[in-house]
């Protein structure tokens, strides 16, 4: 063999193991990163024509595929879209939200799971078909909490949130304003562009899911928390007397911009009884009692609650609820009562209500109830964890007194119940911006002497005047509708 041919030959020899090692690296090494590149079209086109599997609420699917005589064979649908959407998200040929997101593995059929499904979908020559998903909301309750934010005035822009407290069950979750996902999820690709693209330009941000990724100061509401650092101090119960007055001038400042008011409430003079001061959501009480116990143990009593951390594995993105980590006394005496730098979700507020109706303990929210083959057969259930301690099984008593004497007696009254304790509390939160209204919240639990339910009303905006915003008015009705849609379940 001359020259010539021996280097040609080297070189074609070369090329063939550079071929073959390129073959390997892409085929082994690189195949999941590839299969997962969002720019891959053949896996897009490949799993956006498979019969994708169900979510369902109950019985019935509130996502589900159905032929589609197009090029991709099968159509994801929403029968109830507005009511679902902020739990079901969408899937579309450009992404996925949700639980669409979440659960994809197990709705594609990729799932390990659902190996012997595939492998049996293999040997009949069928086509592989996508697992089932069962969610823990009772539809009922989903129903009630939307009709009732809806029901408001205007452009609603708000979320409803119930849990279960000894599970952490997920009962309802819904966020005004809320879109068809069915848009998204067409087979008219430019048509799902022009959808996206409008709903993300949307100030009113109706692609959000206010019950876990908005967060807004939690006013009132938050003074269970407050209540909790004090009792869990050891300087208070349920029937001691607490700090009142009209006003309390914050440690360190002077002048009216240090003053904490009651909006004319009855909270008397001196010290008054602590179901006085829970009643008529004392400001001047909660202040007071945040400043004698002190930045450090409020920070650790709201992160035994679930503040500052991620919790919510289900279902994503979730966004933190902010307590601050440092803060002087005037500014601890605004976070008592759920101002200065406190941010909270629905989410969370239900999860402080559920852990004071569950004992003091608080569970991880979850929203996923079962895993199931295509054929229903369950495959994985959930089951309940604990998440924290949050406070005694004695000082969550002691908190129950004091909410069931707020719907009795107080504030919280437009959630009570005929025949029913409920436990709640009333909140309305400053904005912090004079063109922006108050923020109405709500909290509840019922029955209080064994809850079923515990409930989260977080109202963000809607076309009531100013001076009308208030928790109980607003929230209460809508909290209550929830409950009983549980109790009578």
């Not at 369902?56 to 959407?85: H, I, T």
């Not at 303990?361 to 924290?388: C, F, H, I, N």
Request: charged letters at 20%.
């Amino acid at each position: 063999m001359n020259k010539p041919i021996r280097t040609i030959s080297i070189f074609c020899l070369f090329l063939f193991v550079a071929l073959m090692l390129n073959a390997t690296y892409l085929q082994f090494w690189k195949a999941d990163e590839l299969n997962e590149d969002a720019r891959n079209r053949r896996v897009i086109e490949a799993s956006y024509s498979r019969e994708r599997g169900a979510i369902l609420v109950g019985r019935e699917p509130v996502a589900e595929s159905v032929p589609s005589e197009d090029r991709f064979e099968f159509q994801r649908v929403y029968p109830e879209p507005f009511r679902y959407a902020p739990v079901t998200g969408y899937f579309s040929f450009f992404s996925q939200t949700g639980v669409e997101r979440s659960e994809n593995e197990v709705l594609s059929g990729e799932d390990p799971r659902l190996f012997v499904t595939k492998l049996v979908d293999l040997l009949t020559n069928k086509a592989n078909k996508g697992g089932s998903v069962q969610l823990t909301l009772d539809p009922e309750a989903q129903t009630a909490a939307y009709d009732g934010l809806n029901a408001l005035p205007g452009n609603v822009e708000g979320s409803v949130v119930a849990l279960d407290p000894g599970t952490g069950k997920i009962l309802a979750m819904v966020s005004l304003p809320t879109y068809d996902p069915n848009r998204l999820a067409s087979h008219d690709l430019e048509e799902v562009s022009r959808t996206y693209d409008r709903l993300l330009a949307d100030e009113s941000e109706p692609l959000l899911n206010r019950g876990i990724q908005k967060t807004l100061p939690p006013g009132s509401t938050f003074k269970l928390v407050t209540a909790a650092a004090a009792i869990e101090s050891g300087g208070y119960t349920a029937d001691d007397l607490v700090p009142g007055g009209a006003t309390y001038q914050l440690p360190q400042t002077s002048g009216e911009s240090g003053v904490i008011d009651n909006e004319g409430r009855d909270c008397g003079s001196g010290r008054i009884p602590f179901e006085q001061a829970m009643e008529n959501s004392c400001n001047t009480t909660f202040a007071a009692l945040a400043v004698e116990v002190g930045a450090e143990a409020m920070a650790k009593q709201a992160e035994a609650f679930g503040f500052n951390s991620v919790y919510l594995e289900d279902l994503s993105p979730q966004a933190k609820s902010d307590f601050p980590a440092e803060m002087n006394p005037p500014q601890t005496g605004q976070a008592g009562i759920g101002q200065f730098e406190v941010r909270s979700t629905p989410l969370q507020m239900a999860m402080v209500a559920a852990g004071i109706a569950n004992n003091g303990v608080v569970m991880r929210p979850y929203v996923v109830d079962e895993v199931q083959s295509a054929e229903y057969d369950v495959l994985e259930k959930t089951e309940g964890s604990e998440l924290s301690q949050a406070v005694s099984s004695a000082t969550a008593a002691d908190l129950t007194q004091l909410l069931v004497a707020t719907v009795d007696s107080g504030t919280a009254s437009p959630a009570a119940i005929d025949g029913v304790s409920v436990a709640g509390k009333t909140g309305t939160a400053q904005s912090g911006q004079d063109d922006v209204p108050p923020y109405a919240w709500f909290v509840s639990f019922a029955p209080a002497e064994d809850p079923e339910v515990a409930v989260a009303v977080m109202i963000e905006s809607a076309d009531i005047p100013r001076g009308e915003i208030a928790g109980g008015q607003l929230g209460g009705p809508i909290a209550k509708a929830v409950m009983e849609a549980i109790i009578d379940d």
